[in-house]
């Protein structure tokens, strides 16, 4: 993304965090926002939940631990 931000200077100067949230804004830039394909649960009431997780059961069936 930039000329500056070699793999060295990333290492040496950057925190883990840091160096992800470069990526991922390089990314973010390059490629655009991307919605994510997965259903998000925040939010949902317990009610909601329980009746998801029964549709789901019955669509794939029960999962023995």
Not at 1 to 25: D, V
Not at 43 to 60: D, F, I, N, P
């Amino acid at each position: 993304m930039y000329p500056w931000a070699t793999k060295e200077y990333l290492l040496w100067e950057m925190s883990l965090g840091q160096i992800i949230m470069y990526l991922s804004l390089g990314h973010e830039q390059k490629h655009g926002k991307r919605e994510s394909e997965k259903p998000t649960y925040q939010g949902k009431s317990h009610e909601e939940l329980t009746a998801l997780r029964e549709q789901l059961r019955q669509t794939y069936g029960a999962i023995d631990g």
